[in-house]
């Protein structure tokens, strides 16, 4: 029984309180129609729904991921928080000329070395010699999971880094970058509930470059 009881418990909760929260309210919406006052059980049936999807989300939220997954990738579209974002708006601020706030959506890091940040500098330099007119297009995006050991992945949500190849052109001339953008307060995908994530740009190189920081062997 207890086995059993174990294997039950961590549906019960996910699915005991959406269907709490809709019986109780309509008990409160049929009562007060006729009565014209609160239901007591429609009342204690609400606040037990809520506090079961509150306690599932902390600490059942998988059970809840197929239902937050899209919803929470809708967020991260309307609040720009996509790698193909971050990417444009750093190589929009470089074409403005805004040097310093580029470099802040690709941020120093003492313990990546003095190597890292002259190329942060260099690599700005090179695509700032691009000219006003620059423009970009993502050719290709390799998805990584991040969770245990990192590995190349098909499905988008569950990625806590993201691997883009740009092609980046201005003045009559085109080259192609590798923009390595992460998640910055990590990412377990599905076990976490696919949570809104919020993307930050790791590493820029030109392609045939090796990159400094991810450096994961991929397949």
């Not at 010699?129 to 988008?156: A, F, M």
């Amino acid at each position: 029984m207890s086995k059993l009881l174990s294997l039950l418990i961590p549906y019960v909760f996910p699915l005991l309180g959406p269907l709490l929260v809709v019986v109780g309210g309509l008990t409160l919406w049929r009562t007060r129609l006729r009565v014209k006052r609160w239901s007591l059980a429609g009342s204690v049936a609400v606040i037990l729904g809520i506090a079961f999807v509150a306690f599932a989300l902390c600490f059942i939220p998988d059970m809840y991921a197929p239902v937050l997954g899209p919803v929470n990738r809708l967020v991260e579209r309307a609040i720009g928080e996509m790698p193909q974002a971050k990417v444009a708006s750093y190589l929009g601020l470089v074409s403005r000329g805004d040097r310093d706030q580029a470099l802040a959506l690709w941020p120093a890091s003492e313990w990546l070395g003095p190597e890292y940040e002259a190329r942060r500098h260099s690599v700005t330099t090179e695509l700032e010699e691009l000219g006003p007119e620059l423009s970009h297009r993502v050719l290709k995006i390799e998805w990584w999971g991040t969770c245990c050991e990192p590995n190349i992945i098909s499905d988008s949500r569950g990625a806590g880094f993201a691997r883009l190849w740009v092609e980046v052109s201005g003045g009559g001339e085109a080259r192609e970058y590798v923009f390595d953008v992460f998640t910055r307060f990590g990412y377990g995908g599905r076990p976490d509930g696919y949570p809104v994530r919020h993307w930050q740009i790791l590493d820029v190189y030109p392609v045939g470059k090796e990159p400094l920081v991810w450096r994961w062997p991929g397949r």
